[in-house]
């Protein structure tokens, strides 16, 4: 834990080979070209402030926030529970905590098989998460996995 964080942002091609030589870490956030750090040092200093006492105002977000358990988020929706004829899963509207819960699951499941695959290998997945992308990778739905549909 250090009391202090410089970064050094730079720019086009990066910063002088020397001061790699005396940083404590190099960081990068992804594989992409940004004309400067700058956008690289905001996402640094977002994730990182956020993780100090008292900035969050939900403690629990720290844990259920996408991505806190090495996968993409669940889909988000708010009211109205209908809008330009697009409805808001049923499950949600249910009241049943457990069920949505596991909707959310398969979906965050669902999400990140398809835009982030490479994080599964790495994620910590029980019996369960690994059921339900069976499901997945067969293109079946929740409703399929709730019934218990076979799959080949």
């Known amino acids: 834990q250090k009391e202090d964080i410089v970064i050094i942002c730079g720019r086009y091609e990066g910063v002088d080979e020397r001061v790699k030589t005396i940083v404590d870490e190099e960081v ?28 969050l105002s939900e403690k629990e977000s720290l844990t259920v926030d996408s991505f806190s358990d090495g996968l993409l988020g669940y889909p988000n929706y ?45 994620a910590n997945l029980s019996v369960e998460d690994k059921k339900m992308l069976n499901y997945i990778y067969k293109g079946k739905d929740f409703e399929a996995y709730l019934k218990g549909e076979k799959i080949d």
């Open 78 to 122: 708010t009211r109205p529970p209908e809008f330009r004829g697009m409805k808001v899963p049923e499950v949600l509207m249910s009241g049943n905590h457990k069920l949505i819960a596991l909707w959310r699951r398969f979906q965050q499941l669902k999400k990140t098989y398809e835009k982030r695959p490479d994080l599964l290998e790495k």
């Open 28 to 55: 990068s956030i992804g594989d992409f070209i940004l004309s400067g750090g700058e956008p690289a040092a905001t996402v640094i200093m977002d994730s990182t402030i956020r993780l100090l006492p008292d900035v």
